[in-house]
Nanobody, 123 residues
Framework: QVQLVESGGGLVQVGGSLRLSCAASGRTASSDPLGWFRQAPGKEHEFVAAITWSGGSTFYADSVKGRFTISRDNAKNTVYLQMNSLKPEDTAVYYC????????????????WGQGTQVTVSA
C-alpha cells in the first residue's frame, strides 16, 4: 500500500505560480515513479507530469511543457510540481499518483492516488 497526500493548491491569478507537494508513504513509496494528473469539471483525468524513482527521467504533457517542473526528494518521500505562468485552463483538481504499469499518461495504469488539491487560476 502507498498513501499519498497532496498540498499547496489554492487561488492564483493568471501568470502566477504555485508549488504542489505530494507526501508519499508506504511500502514502495521511495522506489516508485510518481506522477501528477488533473481533472477539470466535466472532464476526464488528464496526465500532467511524471518522474522516475531516480529523478533522472521526467515526462510532461504538451500543455504544460516549459511551464511546469516535476521534481522529487526521495529522502522526504515527496514529489513536487512547480507551476509557473499559470493559465485559466490549468484550473483543476490536481492528483498525485504512484506505482504505474505501462503507459504513464494513462490514469488507468496508476495504482495509488491522493485525495487531490484544488488549483484555481483567475483571469
Amino acid at each position: 500500500q502507498v498513501q499519498l497526500v497532496e498540498s499547496g493548491g489554492g487561488l492564483v491569478q493568471v501568470g502566477g505560480s504555485l508549488r504542489l507537494s505530494c507526501a508519499a508513504s508506504g511500502r514502495t513509496a521511495s522506489s516508485d515513479p510518481l506522477g501528477w494528473f488533473r481533472q477539470a469539471p466535466g472532464k476526464e483525468h488528464e496526465f500532467v507530469a511524471a518522474i522516475t524513482w531516480s529523478g533522472g527521467s521526467t515526462f510532461y504533457a504538451d500543455s504544460v511543457k516549459g511551464r511546469f517542473t516535476i521534481s522529487r526528494d526521495n529522502a522526504k518521500n515527496t514529489v513536487y510540481l512547480q507551476m509557473n505562468s499559470l493559465k485559466p485552463e490549468d484550473t483543476a483538481v490536481y492528483y498525485c499518483a504512484a506505482d504505474p504499469e505501462g503507459d504513464y499518461t494513462s490514469p488507468r495504469d496508476w495504482s495509488y492516488w491522493g485525495q487531490g488539491t484544488q488549483v484555481t487560476v483567475s483571469a
